[in-house]
């Protein structure tokens, strides 16, 4: 505009906080955008078994009453317990031994050229095979379990730190290095810093991966856990208690997502401001 109008004068009054600067058009966080895709979510699904009108498709209200009477029963809160346990173990494993080689393969270019051909194999083996092959060596156990779905996570975890080690600054580590900080220091305050969204990038995708493959795992070779029983819900086409247990099994994933990965890569990289 002429004459030194106020550019600014063409957007809503509601989306300018004091100074001129925009204001979020949801100024309650975006908590709300959630929640209400949730709800529409919810409201779809009831139309839709209104609709159909099929056991195929309970309404949400039965599969809750289900979820109410298999928390009840203690049959929930079990398997589930035994689940995470899995998740929570596998997890740890595959993000410490994934991180260690990261970092060495992008240190060090002859490891990177020895093991690029290991990484490539093990990022297109399926992970049926991987589980497969685990439980035929090492028997139907935990320890056979946790293992087969490590392996299967491993070589991602790899890929993402790799190329976080080949991105740190070396201007960064040489300042470090002519101040004389300690080595502990320098790699608390000048390296991790700088690897720390990708080991998040790791992490969050890892923890998506891994939550699959543990239900394949219970599913073929466990008595216990959430894959343990979907799969006997799906042997008498128990629909209900299939959602039962597949929603509040997405409800934990979306609370670890809401209430520690956010906030922990926030919390994070926040010096990158």
């Known amino acids: 505009?002429?004459?030194?109008?106020?550019?600014?004068?063409?957007?809503?009054?509601?989306?300018?906080?004091?100074?001129?600067?925009?204001?979020?058009?949801?100024?309650?966080?975006?908590?709300?955008?959630?929640?209400?895709?949730?709800?529409?979510?919810?409201?779809?699904?009831?139309?839709?078994?209104?609709?159909?009108?099929?056991?195929?498709?309970?309404?949400?209200?039965?599969?809750?009453?289900?979820?109410?009477?298999?928390?009840?029963?203690?049959?929930l809160p079990w398997h589930l317990a035994i689940t995470l346990a899995r998740v929570v173990v596998s997890f740890l494993l595959a993000m410490a031994i994934g991180t260690a080689i990261g970092i060495a393969m992008g240190?060090?270019?002859?490891?990177?050229?020895?093991?690029?051909?290991?990484?490539?194999?093990?990022?297109?083996?399926?992970?049926?095979?991987?589980?497969?092959?685990c439980y035929v060596w090492f028997g139907l156990n935990d320890a056979a379990a946790i293992f087969a779905v490590a392996v299967n996570?491993?070589?991602?975890?790899?890929?993402?730190?790799?190329?976080?080690?080949?991105?740190?600054?070396?201007?960064?580590?040489?300042?470090?290095?002519?101040?004389?900080?300690?080595?502990?220091?320098?790699?608390?305050?000048?390296?991790l810093p700088?690897?720390?969204?990708?080991?998040?990038?790791?992490?969050?995708?890892?923890?998506?991966?891994?939550w699959k493959i543990v239900l394949v795992v219970e599913l073929l070779g466990r008595s216990n856990g959430i894959g343990f029983q979907l799969n006997m819900f799906f042997q008498f086409f128990d629909i209900a208690g299939i959602l039962a247990y597949t929603l509040v099994f997405a409800a934990i994933v979306l609370i670890v997502e809401a209430a520690a990965l956010r906030p922990l890569e926030r919390r994070l990289t926040r010096w990158r401001g």
Request: aromatic share 8%; net charge positive.
């Open 1 to 75: 505009m002429k004459g030194g109008a106020d550019d600014t004068a063409v957007l809503p009054s509601s989306s300018l906080r004091k100074g001129g600067r925009m204001k979020p058009l949801f100024p309650r966080g975006d908590g709300w955008v959630r929640l209400a895709s949730l709800l529409g979510f919810l409201a779809l699904w009831q139309f839709l078994a209104w609709l159909l009108q099929s056991t195929s498709l309970p309404a949400p209200a039965v599969v809750f009453g289900r979820v109410v009477d298999e928390t009840v029963s203690l049959a």
């Open 153 to 191: 996570k491993i070589p991602t975890v790899v890929v993402t730190v790799r190329e976080g080690a080949r991105a740190i600054d070396r201007n960064l580590m040489q300042v470090a290095h002519a101040y004389r900080l300690p080595r502990w220091r320098t790699l608390t305050r000048v390296y």
């Open 107 to 133: 240190r060090w270019r002859q490891l990177d050229l020895l093991l690029d051909g290991w990484l490539v194999l093990g990022l297109n083996i399926p992970a049926l095979v991987t589980i497969i092959l």
């Open 194 to 210: 700088q690897l720390y969204p990708y080991l998040m990038a790791a992490a969050r995708s890892g923890l998506s991966l891994i």
